[in-house]
């Protein structure tokens, strides 16, 4: 779960400062957490917490620790879903399905758990098609990867279940890709960042050259990422010290699980 946070925290100041090459600095003054980690943790905080997985706790989770964490940059839909009394699903497609869900794909125990818990996690508030849709195939493909699978299997299995054209590459990709937080515009360009990616930094420096949901696409390319290659010990360390005690307490509890 930690490449998720990485990818979230490198991303974090080319968001809104896009860099369209790979050799940039991983880590700037202002490189921070965001609203990705937060659901990230929150979604690792349900799972560790309630064995039934039920949707109430998932919501109580969330808005709890997005309430904790109120200037980590959510959108202006979810922000107000935050603090509702009884929140309700605004038929998203946004890309916050897939950036909070990769837990699951860690946490499963078969691939069917894998998609069945993904569809939970992101119904409570991006329940389009193409929401749900983004973070089971965030959600499988980490699981797969975490099952040892090969690229060419994972690559495969999103193609022919979800529809992704992932017969591209970042290089053709970049020069016209810009922003988008739709799961269909920015899901697939994370999951070709991992395939085409030979260690875990050059996945994130990949996804974030795209531009773009720069943090959001580093988040989700790293989830996948970190279940083949081993993050560099200096980013880990750098990540968790950005990290405040309770985010990385709900970490260390969730990898204690798994």
């Not at 016209?176 to 260690?199: H, K, R, T």
Request: charged share 25%.
């Amino acid at each position: 779960m930690l490449g998720a946070l990485v990818g979230d925290i490198i991303g974090s100041f080319y968001e809104f400062h896009n860099v369209k090459a790979t050799d940039f600095e991983l880590f700037t003054p202002y490189s921070k957490y965001t609203d990705d980690s937060v659901m990230t943790l929150a979604v690792a905080k349900w799972l560790v917490e309630d064995n039934v997985h039920t949707i109430h706790y998932l919501i109580t989770c969330m808005q709890e620790l997005g309430r904790r964490h109120p200037n980590a940059g959510y959108g202006g839909h979810f922000d107000s879903w935050l603090y509702k009394e009884n929140p309700q699903p605004y038929n998203s497609w946004g890309n916050g399905a897939g950036m909070r869900v990769s837990p699951v794909g860690l946490y499963a125990k078969t691939l069917d758990e894998a998609l069945a818990l993904a569809a939970i996690t992101a119904s409570v508030s991006h329940n389009n098609h193409e929401g749900v849709k983004g973070a089971q195939a965030i959600a499988a493909s980490v699981f797969l990867c975490k099952e040892g699978k090969k690229k060419s299997e994972i690559k495969e299995y999103v193609e022919k279940t979800f529809g992704y054209d992932l017969d591209r590459r970042i290089a053709d990709i970049r020069p016209n890709y810009w922003f988008d937080v739709s799961c269909q515009g920015s899901v697939p360009e994370a999951i070709i960042a991992f395939l085409e990616g030979n260690s875990f930094e050059e996945v994130i420096r990949l996804a974030v050259s795209l531009g773009g949901d720069s943090d959001t696409i580093g988040c989700m390319a790293g989830a996948i990422a970190a279940c083949m290659y081993p993050i560099p010990e200096e980013i880990a360390e750098k990540c968790n010290s950005i990290l405040t005690d309770d985010l990385r307490e709900i970490k260390d509890k969730f990898c204690e699980l798994i």
